[in-house]
């Protein structure tokens, strides 16, 4: 797939904008570990080499990665009613016309099943998006290519969602905070966070470094 820089010449990303300022200032407040960056930080990349995504993304090894990702995850099938064990032959018989889809940009993910899952709090539930199991083998294919790029211009205080980087992490920069003298902790949880991130936003910003089909 060939981009040109014409196509993308007239887009404009006004970032700053959309900066939210920190309540703590780090100079101010010594004993409190924090940081003034919201949405953009300086390293975020903007001339990555990124022409080519579509094919890395539809390379039989990447897709058959993707697969076994999907087939170890297990999880319950999506609106389709296909299983994670009719997959496989499903792919096998329709590979190459959702491949040819993906190419002329033609192929459209499933809704997703909503489901609501218990949370500690008596009495709440939590609301899930199950995609279909052949949607999530293409976005675990998509994510296999572009998370390597934006890995690096993540943030180091971050460790949701990460390769390599869970909670015994944040546990250990936690303790390391401690011993480097910070003495309070801010607790919280965004009320439907994922519901609420502005679309529009967030692509602007992933169009600083991905410009193939943004």
Do not use: W
């Not at 960056?37 to 300086?42: C, M």
């Not at 459209?108 to 995609?131: A, C, S, Y």
């Not at 905070?177 to 003495?183: I, R």
């Amino acid at each position: 797939m060939n981009v040109t820089n014409d196509r993308f010449k007239d887009r404009q990303l006004h970032i700053e904008d959309y900066l939210q300022m920190v309540s703590t200032e780090l100079k101010e407040y010594a004993e409190v570990s924090a940081c003034q960056r919201i949405t953009e930080n300086n390293r975020i990349i903007t001339d990555v080499q990124t022409d080519g995504l579509l094919e890395k993304i539809l390379q039989p090894t990447n897709l058959n990665h993707a697969y076994k990702k999907v087939k170890s995850n297990k999880g319950a099938g999506g609106v389709d009613g296909m299983s994670v064990d009719e997959l496989l032959p499903f792919l096998r018989d329709n590979q190459v016309q959702l491949i040819q889809q993906l190419k002329d940009g033609k192929y459209r993910p499933n809704p997703v099943r909503r489901v609501e899952i218990p949370k500690e709090t008596k009495g709440e539930f939590r609301k899930l998006g199950v995609p279909t199991v052949v949607d999530r083998v293409f976005q675990q294919a998509i994510t296999q290519v572009l998370s390597p790029i934006y890995e690096e211009q993540f943030s180091e205080n971050s460790f949701g969602f990460r390769p390599k980087r869970g909670a015994h992490d944040a546990l250990k920069q936690c303790q390391q905070n401690v011993n480097d003298g910070y003495v309070y902790v801010v607790d919280m949880d965004l009320e439907k966070f994922f519901d609420t991130v502005c679309q529009s936003k967030l692509m602007e910003v992933l169009s600083r470094t991905i410009k193939e089909f943004l």
